[in-house]
């Protein structure tokens, strides 16, 4: 059964911590993104990663920092630099050549 | 800089009446539209995509139009169903190639409500 999964479903962070997001897909696709999505608004490109061992930053970067060290595994870490973390977190992926991007059921983080 | 914009944040129909969502992007570069639907705490599904070399392109009960020319294009359900009820995002990209490989653009988001 294909698919990408994220973990954990909830996920709470404290003041100065950081968190890591996991996303794994078994999808055999190339490409892999990270989005964040914020109560009345778009998702918004944080990571994305085409090939293994390289990354780009998207359009919200900033606090945020990933790694790509095996095709099916793309983790996110928010870390404390980022001021506004609470937001739910979608994780992506893509075939070569194709335009479309299939999701994960997301992770949303909360600060306590 | 808001590139791809859904102006409806919600639309609510009755069962069995057309949907039509819409939406507006201005960056003349995109050449690959998609529509999808999401369900609250969940992650987006996707639902029907068109090429900038197409005006049109069906699936079932939806269709997605294309005006280059308005930079615009639209997501029609028929008929609409209570299972319908979601939101739904367009997006934009461009095609494979270079640094934009694969990015997409969302816009806001359209909350659609099916009436029984």
Redesign the interface.
């Known amino acids: 059964d294909g698919g990408?999964t994220?973990s954990p479903k909830y996920l709470f962070r404290k003041e100065g911590q950081n968190v890591t997001l996991s996303c794994e897909q078994n999808l055999n696709h190339d490409?892999m993104?990270w989005?964040r999505q914020d109560p009345?608004?778009?998702?918004?490109?944080i990571y994305?990663s085409?090939i293994v061992n390289d990354f780009?930053k998207?359009d919200i970067a900033e606090g945020y920092s990933v790694s790509r060290e095996k095709k099916e595994s793309f983790p996110l870490t928010v870390t404390s630099a980022q001021k506004n973390p609470t937001a739910?977190y979608?994780c992506?992926s893509?075939a070569?050549?194709?335009?479309?991007?299939?999701?994960?059921?997301?992770t949303?983080l909360l600060v306590l | 800089d808001q590139q791809?914009k859904?102006n409806s944040?919600s639309l609510s129909v009755q069962e069995g009446r057309i949907s039509i969502l819409n939406c507006d992007y201005t960056n003349s570069m995109f050449d690959?539209f998609?529509w999808?639907k999401k369900y609250p705490?969940?992650?987006?599904?996707?639902l029907i995509?068109i090429s900038s070399i197409k005006d049109k392109n069906e699936d079932g009960r939806f269709t997605v139009f294309l005006n280059k020319s308005a930079k615009h294009l639209s997501l029609h359900i028929v008929p609409s169903q209570p299972g319908d009820s979601a939101v739904y995002?367009c997006?934009a990209?461009r095609?494979?190639g270079g640094?934009s490989?694969?990015?997409?653009?969302?816009?806001?988001?359209t909350i659609l409500t099916v009436h029984p």
């Open positions: 990408i994220q490409a993104y989005y009345g608004q778009g998702l918004r490109l994305y085409q780009q998207g739910f979608l992506a893509s070569p050549g194709q335009g479309i991007q299939y999701f994960g059921p997301g949303r | 791809v859904q944040p690959y998609l999808y705490a969940e992650g987006p599904t996707f995509s995002f997006a990209s095609a494979a640094t490989y694969g990015k997409l653009t969302f816009g806001q988001g």
